[in-house]
């Protein structure tokens, strides 16, 4: 996926603020599962992961058909480090609602961290099914594959990526180490140069850069 693991990102999943909480900005108490739900992803927006939690759980109790609270409490689990609370979430959010991107994307990368990476590749699948021209889905999925060592397949995505997006520097910087690990140095080298050339300060590209083109030149 990437050189530098970004984690769990909180995403826009539709949300429209309805109401916000007393305790945040002095407005009323929550009462409906809209009300909960969106005090959580407040609370969840300031780091404040036990209130989230538990407001989530609230808008669940209140409303168990909406796949969104689920969603965001297991991003709020795997916040926390409880991977299996948050895949437990992810997987009813799913059950509810098996269309939406975002999710697939964070039971895949909570896998990864899981190390269980055949059940990774299968989520990033199903993201790029429903979000085919999504670069970063192709990046997770190639990241995937280059930890089980399958380096073609890792290449094709990342190329893939980079087809979408051209300035994407982390599927270059990420195909570089691919085609490192082939033995192939010189596309290495081009790719660490391409990332150089869309962030000329990426430091880890320049020490990767510096170090092959001494290891080609012995």
Known sequence: MQKKMRFFLCKVIAVTVLAVPHAVWGQAAPTTADDFFNRGFKYYEQDDIDRAIADFTQAIRLNPNDW??????GQSYFRKGDYDRGI????????L???VPFVYELRGKAYNDKKDYDRAIADFSQWIRL??????AYDSRGYTYRLKND???AIADY??????????ADAYYSRGVAYANKGDLDRAIADWE?????DPNDADAKELLKMTR???GR
Do not use: E, S
């Not at 437990?88 to 959010?93: N, P």
């Not at 190329?159 to 994407?168: G, L």
């Not at 391409?194 to 869309?198: D, E, F, M, N």
């Open 88 to 95: 437990a979430d992810l997987d009813q959010a799913i059950k």
């Open 159 to 168: 190329t893939q990526a980079i087809r979408i997006n051209p300035n994407h």
């Open 97 to 99: 609602n098996p269309n």
């Open 68 to 73: 969104r609270p689920y969603g965001v409490r």
């Open 194 to 198: 391409a990332v150089l050339r869309i």
């Open 214 to 216: 001494q290891q080609r």
């Open 151 to 153: 380096y073609d397949r």
């Open 131 to 136: 979000d085919p021209n999504n670069a970063n």
